[in-house]
């Protein structure tokens, strides 16, 4: 699963849930996660930053968890 940190608010977002792609590759815009784009969090999971989680900006401009980066280097 890749994520993302929110642009402007700084919190940990799932590409697939969300306009990552259109405003990325498309739009050419900074990423937003749903509240900082339509002004209401969906809910799916909590919102907390990467910082909070434990995770990591990768190589790859994703976020994962170290136990996750050790797996995609193996």
Known sequence: MSL????QCGCIKNTAV?????????????????ECSTGE???LFLKETPE??????????????PEEIKQLNY
């Open 4 to 7: 993302f940190k929110c642009s």
């Open 41 to 43: 969090w969906h809910g």
């Open 52 to 65: 909070e989680k434990g995770m990591i900006k990768y190589t790859d401009g994703f976020y994962w968890t």
């Open 18 to 34: 969300g306009d990552y792609w259109v405003k990325v590759y498309k739009e050419k815009k900074d990423p937003l996660c749903s």
